[in-house]
């Protein structure tokens, strides 16, 4: 079983056959916006000394991160990564609690127990990561394992990067996977640095998904800057998953196009790489295809981004008007007590 | 009531819970068609199935991340690892992932690892560790070391019932060895309430685990010199029964912290710390702690027998707290 290499998504017909209406994707252009926004906003909270601690961008993802989750069932579930904003906001995490958590306060979902990306709002099927990656993806095997074990016509999706594919966890995870015919799919955000390593020296095939082979189930390579194509080949993987047909590894293509955190300016990664993956900024590439297939108008096209705009502004306010966690309030949260499994997702 | 084997406490009470909560499934090397390496789950899978009692590639990430997974969407998983030793192969999983979720995400995770723990008849360095004080160590798990069928029994339905992620360290030296009355139904033996094992007034030894089995046979040796010794079985170390050790301490005013597991950093060291912060001016004479010393397990019988604590280690100990 070789990988399969995935071609681009052309016109509205196709679009239209993958099951998105029109306002579907004006919405996807929306989510990718708001995402991006959000990041953009952060540099700068960062820089006016707002934000504690490292921040981290998933730029240049933006189409993988909203094409993947926008395949996702409401009843689907998922561990996304740092540079995966477009799931939270796809998944309909609202911008302000993110920028909250940016800043260590109350209403961030982990309310400043952790911080930057490190949160997930489990009540919209997602949870969240930790540092140590892909520690999620044995997590994600798991869930999927529980519905398998229900029989739930749901599905998991585990995301983890090119470096991380180099750990046991997504070995074991993905070997369990193919054994028990499990309903998960396997997002690699394969972004081309980990932190300063190229993929020459961490992994040494061609693509991250020639491994689905070894564990029994299709790998799939798809350009993660087309959110279209994207967004086809994870519906087409999920509804696999849903119908018992087992796992998939997609493995989304882009260039990670910041340093790894703030701190670092990626000098490691040559200019001539850098200018040719913005010619193919995911956002950039997705207006053109709308103004050209879709029919956008420009009147429709700035309704969307001062809407944005309005929505991140307000976002911002909120969430500094939100406050900072009580010290009294320290050691509360270690252990859960019975009351606390009556939740949504445990019920 | 019945006559049970530790082994069959712990086997009897996987099964009623399996029974009551649908939720509840087994995941393990070799515990379905096997029925676990010890054969704690022998039969299960006739009873439950193939989906319920889970076979496992050999994977020990895969097993705890997984059962964290399945609890996150309302299962209620019991993961056992084959030996307690190899846990360190799922340490990032029990320390990085599932003891910080709830604390992170709000989430709970109510996992229970059932860890094969403990030497004495020449497993090697690999299959007799007592790792327990390394996770207890660790905020966010819950640690328990049962020493006898009917806490074993009761705990583990507790350690099910629990939310949050239960390491529960059964001793493979006690699983044929140590027989107990048990009742028959369900019941749960809450956590962090110590039990006197042996009753005493003129010693207390702090313990758990196999060593329970061990200081009481001392205390009944110091008895014939009219020494009469209390034996203070902790049952869990998180959360540990505070108050209880130090009433003992403060009635008797003399102490012996004795646990299987290596010395240094051992959760023996926990206790007598607390006991000189808070009890130092009720004691006659020093905290005193038998553990193993600071080497891997050996294999060789003779080694084994002088690493191990034994119950002519813990005599000499209190006849020297008797004469302080």
Known sequence: MAVREAGPVGSLQEVKEAGLDREDLLGIYRNMLISRGIEERGHILYKQGKIAGSFYTGRGNEGAAVGVATAMGPNDVGTPLHRDMGVHITRGVEPWRIFAQYMGREGGPTRGRDGNVHMAVPELGLHPMVSHLPAMLPVATGMALAFKIRGDRRVALGWFGEGAAARGDAHESMNLAGVRQLPIVYVCDNNQWSYSTPTYLSYPVEHVADRAAAYGFEGVVVDGTDVLAVYREARRAIEKAREGGGATLLECLTLRMEGHAVHDDA??????????WAAQDPIERYRTWLFMHAGMSDDEESEITSAVKRLLNESLERAEESPLPDPASLEGSVF?????????HHK | MAEMTYIQAISDALRLEMRRDPRVFLMGEDVGVYGGAFKVSLG???EFGPWR?????????????????????????????????????????????????????????????????????????????????????IPGLKIVCPAT?????????AAIEDPNPVLFFEHKHLYRRIKGEVPEDRYTVPFGYASVHRPGEDAVVVTWGAMVHTATEAADELAKEGFEVEVLDLRTLIPWDKERVLEGVQRCSKVLVLHEDT?????????????????FEHLDAPVMRIAAPDMPVPFSPPLEKAFIPQVEDVVAALRELAAY
């Open chain 2, 44 to 46: 299960f899978q006739e």
């Open chain 2, 149 to 157: 069928p009917h806490d074993a029994k009761g705990l583990l339905a």
């Open chain 2, 53 to 137: 009692v889970i076979d496992m590639p050999l994977s020990e990430t895969a097993i705890v991340g997984g059962a964290t997974g399945a609890a996150l969407m309302g299962l209620r998983p019991v993961a056992e690892m084959q030996f307690a030793d190899f846990i360190s192969c799922a340490w990032d999983q029990l320390v990085t992932v599932a003891a910080k979720q709830f604390f992170r995400g709000h989430t709970p995770v109510p996992i229970v690892v059932r860890l094969p723990s403990g030497g004495g008849f020449s497993g090697g360095p690999f299959h007799s560790q007592n790792p327990e004080s390394s996770f207890a160590h």
């Open chain 1, 336 to 344: 859960a007590s019975p009351e606390d499994l009556d939740t949504p």
């Open chain 2, 263 to 279: 010395r240094t950093g051992g959760f023996g060291a926990e206790i007598a710390a607390t006991i000189a912060e808070e009890a």
């Open chain 1, 267 to 276: 000098f490691y990664v040559p200019k001539e790489m850098f200018e040719q």
